[in-house]
């Protein structure tokens, strides 16, 4: 493809991106396909010899939008949204045409201090204590990073390195010795990361990557599936006993079931009552919801992250406009990350990573090379501005409310089963047999959770929007959110009316 050729087929492109967006409402928003529907359309072999745009894009057309997901549909109201927007698409396509693995300062410096500016301006927008900023005298800073998989895994292994570290240095120990080396591996597999039961599965994952244990404190219904002080205080307390050394404590801030919040304050003051639970790496996982505290009525929650918080991640590609991936994260000392991860053989070596003036990223993250994803989040920063990024939130959160009361409204039929909040509300389909219809406490009930999950299957189906279901604390539950760019109150009532008339279907044993 030269670059007339590109010139004309980057115009067809986005004349069918833009019809996409266009149009998306009205496609079916799960698809209509099999599992391996693909293979047969596809040749098995590549072409001997290159083919025309038209014809490629003619197979997107085709071939590849037929087994799409719609994940930026209206009437997508599964898992969490995942958005994009178009100063984002923008952003994706500069970075593709910059394409520098910008791993050390000097592979790019505009791709580093770009980043490095950038996570300040999000650090602010969310309100975060200045021991984030980059500028922070405790050096803090901010990193993007692939996932908030790799976000908490990564500072699990920067935790398990900084608590063997200092368990090994008490001993007396000198480092860069085979004593030490010998006494640091005999404890490793003595740690424990904790996080509560509702917390994603990235914490447990992270441990297993960090090649630690993992325990989880126990959430229930009556506290809101909320991590609460006196149930992680058990926890901790069994590690004693088994002679076990917490070194993180993942707590989360809009849980993946639920968006239950974890009670910060209390957990915090648990920690400190003893002086090795005050050694705990504490992480905040604020993958979705932390996208609201760009709008001021949230902001409160980030007090709690001034004292006693040593990293906070989120994904702005979640809720707040930029597509994937743009998962920040924030640490409050960045030699903990560093001095986990730097590892420098001489080709990695340049004067100014020697000077130690300049950050280099590669020592931030898992990965050596890096996407450009500073720009994308610059190009949305900019193009909705912070009142734009607030309004967003505002009106989806209010489309979330409109949806709680709907199904309030028809108490004869569903039940509130957790605290709705942040777009999301959980519920179920009551058993229209049972004697007592609840009020307050939910009850297991076999014959509701067996209903519910008939109308879900039924719903998701039939395609026209897309729901999901979870279990918590063993009641089986449906899950609706409408957070993307698209959302509207018009295709939230549709979801509604939806829900009652398959919930009337079942009922009625059509
Ligand atoms: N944490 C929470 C609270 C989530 O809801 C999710 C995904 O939905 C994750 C972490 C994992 O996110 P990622 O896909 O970026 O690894």
């Not at 009437?75 to 969490?80: G, L």
């Not at 300040?120 to 309100?127: F, H, K, Y």
């Not at 990695?348 to 990965?367: A, C, E, H, K, Q």
């Not at 900019?382 to 309030?408: C, P, Q, W």
């Amino acid at each position: 493809m030269d670059r007339e050729q590109f010139r004309t087929a980057a115009h067809s492109a986005i004349d069918d991106i833009v019809n996409y967006f266009d149009t998306v409402p009205e496609r079916r928003v799960l698809p209509a396909v099999d599992p391996g529907y693909l293979r047969p359309l596809i040749p098995e072999n590549p072409p001997a010899e290159g083919e025309a745009w038209a014809q490629i894009q003619e197979d997107v057309d085709s071939k590849i939008k037929p087994g799409l997901t719609h994940w930026q549909s209206p009437n997508f109201m599964a898992y969490y949204p995942a958005s994009v927007t178009y100063p984002s698409l923008l952003g994706e396509m500069y970075s593709a045409a910059f394409t520098a693995p910008a791993f050390n300062w000097l592979c790019s410096p505009a791709c580093t201090e770009l980043e490095t500016i950038v996570m300040d301006w999000v650090a602010r927008a969310l309100a975060l204590p200045e021991c984030f900023l980059s500028t922070s005298e405790n050096r803090g800073g901010g990193v993007i990073q692939n996932s908030a998989s790799d976000a908490i895994a990564t500072m699990m292994v920067a935790a398990r390195e900084r608590r063997v570290r200092e368990l090994v240095l008490a001993e007396g120990l000198q480092e860069d010795t085979m004593e030490y080396e010998e006494r640091k591996m005999d404890l490793q597999p003595r740690l424990v990361a904790i996080a509560s039961d509702q917390t994603h599965s990235s914490a447990a994952k992270g441990a297993l990557i960090a090649g630690t244990r993992f325990r989880s404190v126990t959430t229930g219904l009556e506290n809101n599936m909320e991590m609460t002080a006196s149930h992680l205080r058990e926890v901790l307390e069994q590690c004693d006993r088994d002679r076990l050394t917490p070194y993180h404590l993942t707590m989360t801030f809009g849980t993946t079931n639920t968006c239950s919040v974890d009670r910060f304050a209390e957990i915090k003051a648990v920690l400190q009552e003893k002086p090795a639970w005050q050694r705990i790496w504490v992480h905040v996982d604020a993958a979705y919801a932390g996208a609201s505290l760009v709008a001021d009525e949230w902001q409160y929650i980030t007090k709690d992250f001034t004292e006693g918080v040593d990293s906070f991640n989120m994904n702005m590609h979640k809720w707040l406009l930029v597509n994937f991936d743009a998962s920040v994260l924030f640490v409050r000392n960045r030699l903990d990350l560093t001095n986990a991860l730097d590892i420098t053989p001489t080709y990695l070596r340049n004067p100014y990573s020697d000077m130690g003036t300049v950050i280099d990223y590669r020592n931030w993250s898992i990965s050596l090379g890096r996407r450009f994803r500073a720009l994308k989040i610059w190009f949305v920063m900019r193009s909705y501005g912070l009142n734009g990024m607030k309004a967003h939130i505002r009106k989806t959160i209010e489309l979330g409310n409109v949806f709680a009361d709907l199904v309030r409204g028809r108490s004869d039929l569903f039940e509130i089963v957790t605290k709705p909040g942040f777009c999301l509300t959980v519920f179920r389909i009551k058993d229209p047999q049972a004697s007592r219809l609840s009020e307050g406490a939910i009850e297991k009930d076999g014959v509701a959770d067996s209903i519910t999950k008939k109308v879900y299957e039924l719903i998701n189906s039939r395609g026209e929007i897309f729901i999901t279901s979870t279990v918590i604390d063993g009641v089986y539950v449906i899950r609706v959110v409408s957070a993307n760019p698209m959302a509207e109150e018009k295709y939230v009532r549709n979801a509604f009316e939806i829900i009652v008339r398959t919930t009337d279907e079942v009922l009625q044993g059509k």
